[in-house]
C-alpha cells in the first residue's frame, strides 16, 4: 500500500512538472512569436524611412541642379550685360565649390569601399531544427513530450530568424545614418548656393 501510494505520488509529481513545462515551452514559442513580428514591423517602417530618404536626397539633387542652371544663365547674363571683365562678376559659389556636391557622394563611395569588416556575419547558414528532433529528456514519452520537442524546434528556428532579422535592423540603420549625414550636408551645400546664385542675381539686375 506504501509502496503504491509512493509511486502515486511520484506519478502526480511527474505529471505537474510537465505540465509546467510544457506550459513553458508555450510561453517562449508565444514570446518568440510576438518578438519575430516586431522585427518584422520594424523591418517595414525602416524600408519606408529609407524609401522617404531617398526622395528627399534625390530632391535635393534636382535643387542643385536647378541652382547650376540658373547659375549659367545668370553668367550669361553678365556677358551680355558687360560685367564679364567685373571682378565681382560670376559666382564666387561657383568658383570656390565647383564639384563640392558631387564629392558628397563620392565620399561615401569611398568610406562604403574603403571600410574595414572584420568578419562577415553568417546568415542562413546554420542547420535548422527537423520535426522529429529531440530537445527534452523522454520520461513520460507522451504527447506532451512531443509538443515540447515541436515547440522547442520551432523556438530554435525562430531564433536563428530573429538574430539575421537583427543584423539586418543594423546594417539598415548605418545605411540611413549614412544617408542622413549626407542629405544634411547636401542641404547645407544648397543653403550656400542659394544664397550666392541670389546674390548675383541681384547684381545683374541691379546692373541690367
Known sequence: MDGGG?????????????????E????MLRLTNESTQIGVDTLVELDAQGEQLDRIEENLDDINDGLKRSEKTLNQMEKCCGLCL??????????????????????DYESDRNGVITEEPRRGQRSRAQPGDRFVERVTNDAREDEMDENLGQVS?????LRDMAL???????????????VNKKADHNDVHL?????QSRRVLRNA
Open 6 to 22: 509512493m509511486e502515486d505520488r511520484q506519478q502526480t509529481y511527474g505529471d505537474r512538472l510537465t505540465d509546467q513545462s510544457l
Open 24 to 27: 513553458s515551452t508555450r510561453r
Open 86 to 107: 567685373c571682378p565681382c562678376s560670376g559666382s564666387s559659389f561657383a568658383k570656390h565649390n565647383r564639384g563640392a556636391y558631387r564629392r558628397l557622394d563620392a565620399d
Open 157 to 161: 528556428n525562430m531564433l536563428d530568424g
Open 168 to 182: 539586418d535592423i543594423g546594417d539598415t540603420l548605418e545605411r540611413q545614418n549614412d544617408t542622413l549625414d549626407r
Open 195 to 199: 544664397e550666392s546664385v541670389n546674390k
